[in-house]
């Protein structure tokens, strides 16, 4: 509104200086005193007719949803009555000297066209708004879809790393194992045979050494570059942006926390985002991480359809979040209620 009123005042004041010229060329003397208002009255005339516009245009936009273009028209016709209506309030003080058929005529349409530029400017006004608006949005999208990309590899290397938890490395303790139990069951086993289990043993596990390490590497690089909260506020917003449920997120932790507590904390929350959105049917979803003596405290709740208990998904992604909570000397608690959504807890000691 500011801007709009900046712009009509010069151009009205080059209005009246354009009218006062006409008045000169028609008679008028140059000592006439009220000749050199004209310019200051329009230039106040245009200002007064672009803020009703501007008033005019918002108003039939926003209240009754009237199409820019018909809103544009309306306003350029009271801002111009408004404005008429003022010269002749100031006609009337002065008489025949104001009222003069030529000035008259030459000045309304300079107030109309003041009027016209204010509400021409006002729409200029609000495109460059609306195109900032989009700019903006465009960015956000752009580091949403880049998250998302990111988020796609790390879940990758994630599905790696369990793999070879689960299957490469529980088989090298297997190995081990049975090489301790191959060298006690020998009762006079040679020197060369001990030498080929010990050779075997430490080369088992140097691999698992080896191996704990890339599985350390495979960890999610989110969270190792943009630390906790802002890991939590990127999947929060992925998780909004693709199930369409708007996501409110309290991050109070404000004390350090152990690798592997921020790890625990993350990748409950995405086990239970992943839930409400595939099956919880929610409208609303809170995350909350708070510090309290010593102690961290995460929430994830929603006002779906609740657990089901009988879902072996549901029961899997529930055992599986427990298991990390309880890893680290946590614990953990899902409460539900048909209908009425469902609520994850987990209690962690604040050094994990």
Not at 168 to 196: A, D, K, M
Not at 318 to 327: G, S
Request: proline share 4%; net charge neutral.
């Amino acid at each position: 509104m500011k801007q709009l009123l900046r712009n009509t005042g010069p151009i009205g004041f080059v209005f009246g200086i354009f009218f006062a010229t006409i008045a000169l060329l028609n008679g008028i003397p140059l000592t006439t005193w009220w000749l050199w208002l004209i310019p200051f009255l329009t230039s106040i005339l245009c200002i007064i007719g672009g803020g009703v516009a501007a008033v005019v245009v918002s108003v039939l936009s926003s209240r009754y949803s009237i199409p820019g273009t018909t809103a544009i028209t309306i306003a350029f016709i009271v801002a111009a009555i408004v404005n008429t209506v003022l010269v002749l309030v100031v006609a009337s003080f002065y008489g025949a000297l104001i009222i003069h058929p030529r000035i008259f005529l030459g000045t309304i349409p300079g107030l109309g066209l003041g009027a016209a530029y204010a509400v021409y400017r006002y729409n200029v006004d609000t495109l460059n708004e609306r195109m900032q608006f989009f700019q903006t949005l465009t960015g956000k999208n752009k580091q949403l879809q880049d998250a998302s990309r990111r988020l796609a590899i790390i879940e990758e290397r994630n599905r790696m790393g369990r793999e070879l938890h689960d299957s490469v490395s529980q088989g090298l303790h297997g190995l081990v194992f049975s090489i301790h139990s191959l060298r006690n069951t020998l009762e006079t086993p040679s020197q060369n045979i001990l030498h080929i289990l010990s050779h075997m043993e430490s080369t088992a596990i140097s691999t698992l050494d080896e191996l704990k390490t890339m599985i350390e590497e495979l960890k999610p690089s989110l969270l190792a570059e943009e630390g906790l909260e802002a890991s939590l506020r990127t999947i929060g917003e992925l998780f909004s942006q693709q199930y369409k449920i708007p996501l409110h997120l309290s991050y109070e932790a404000v004390h350090p926390m152990s690798p592997e507590l921020e790890m625990a904390i993350y990748r409950v929350t995405q086990e239970a985002l992943a839930n409400i959105g595939r099956h919880a049917s929610a409208r609303h979803a809170h995350l909350k991480v708070t510090a309290i003596r010593g102690r961290v405290l995460l929430s994830i709740s929603d006002d779906g359809i609740g657990l089901d208990s009988h879902s072996p998904h549901y029961g899997n992604g529930l055992a599986n979040m427990r298991q990390r909570v309880e890893e680290l000397g946590g614990t953990f608690k899902a409460s539900s209620k048909p209908g009425l959504g469902s609520t994850i807890s987990a209690d962690f000691p604040s050094k994990g």
